[in-house]
C-alpha cells in the first residue's frame, strides 16, 4: 500500500491479557515510530527504530512494553498483563530516515482494556 | 516541565478568521520545526516544517520560528470550517525522535 498501515484498528481486551500491534511502514522508510495518545492528550513518544542502530526505547512506559522490528520493515509492539491505563490510541510512523521531518503517520490502533 | 509546551484550547474563530497557533520549548538544540494536522479519529498529517528561525508560506498557512524566544507559530488565513482540527507542533534535533506538543483543538464556524 502507499501508507503505513496499522491492525487492528480496534483492540478491546480484557485487562492481564497481552496484546500485539502491528505496522507496515512505507516501504523504503528506514524509521519507524510508535507513539500513544490518550484521550485529549498529545503524542507521548514510546520506541524510534532507526535502520540497523539500537532503538530508541527510552518512551516505553514499564517493562510491559516492547517492540521488535523485523528485517526493517514489520513492527510489532507487544503490550503484556494489559491494564486499564493502557487504553489509548496507539500511532505508528514512519519515515524516509535521512531527515526526519517527514513522518506519516497510521490511522492508529484504538486499544481498550476492559 | 515538559519540552514543548502548547495550549490545548480549544480555540474557537469564525469563518475568514486569521488563526494563531503557538507552541514554546525548552531545548535550544531542536533545529526542525513541524506542524501537524489531526482530523478526529485519524492519524496525524504533515503541513509543513521549517529548519532553524525564520518564516515558511505554503497557500494559506505560514509557519515562524523564533530560536531566541523558543517560540514557533503556525498562523491559517482565511480560516475555513474543514480546518476545524486539532494542530500538533513536533520538532527534532535532525535523525532523532519527533517531540510532540499536546495539541491545540481549533474549531472555525461557519
Known amino acids: 500500500g502507499a501508507g503505513v498501515s496499522q491492525s487492528p484498528s480496534n483492540k478491546v481486551t480484557e485487562k492481564g491479557k497481552d496484546v500485539e500491534l502491528r505496522c507496515d511502514p512505507i516501504s523504503g522508510h528506514t524509521a519507524l515510530y510508535w507513539y500513544r495518545q490518550s484521550l485529549g492528550q498529545g503524542l507521548e513518544f514510546l520506541i524510534y527504530f532507526q535502520g540497523n542502530s539500537a532503538p530508541d526505547k527510552s518512551g516505553l512506559p514499564s517493562d510491559r512494553f516492547s517492540a521488535e522490528r523485523t528485517g526493517g520493515s514489520v513492527s510489532t509492539l507487544t503490550i503484556q498483563r494489559t491494564q486499564q491505563e493502557d487504553s489509548a490510541v496507539y500511532l505508528c510512523?514512519?519515515?524516509?530516515?535521512?531527515?526526519?521531518?517527514?513522518?506519516?503517520f497510521g490511522q492508529g490502533t484504538r486499544l481498550t482494556v476492559v | 516541565q515538559k519540552e514543548v509546551e502548547q495550549d490545548p484550547g480549544p480555540l474557537s474563530v469564525p469563518e475568514g478568521a486569521i488563526v494563531s497557533l503557538n507552541c514554546t520549548y525548552s531545548n535550544s538544540a531542536f533545529q526542525y520545526f513541524m506542524w501537524y494536522r489531526q482530523y478526529s479519529r485519524k492519524g496525524p498529517e504533515l503541513l509543513m516544517y521549517t529548519y532553524s528561525s525564520g518564516n515558511k508560506e505554503d497557500g494559506r498557512f505560514t509557519a515562524q520560528v523564533d530560536k531566541s524566544s523558543k517560540y514557533i507559530s503556525l498562523f491559517i488565513r482565511d480560516s475555513q470550517p474543514s480546518d476545524s482540527a486539532t494542530y500538533l507542533c513536533a520538532m527534532t534535533f535532525n535523525t532523532d525522535k519527533l517531540i510532540f506538543g499536546t495539541g491545540t483543538r481549533l474549531q472555525v464556524f461557519p
Open positions: 510512523a514512519s519515515s524516509p530516515g535521512t531527515l526526519n521531518t517527514e513522518a506519516f
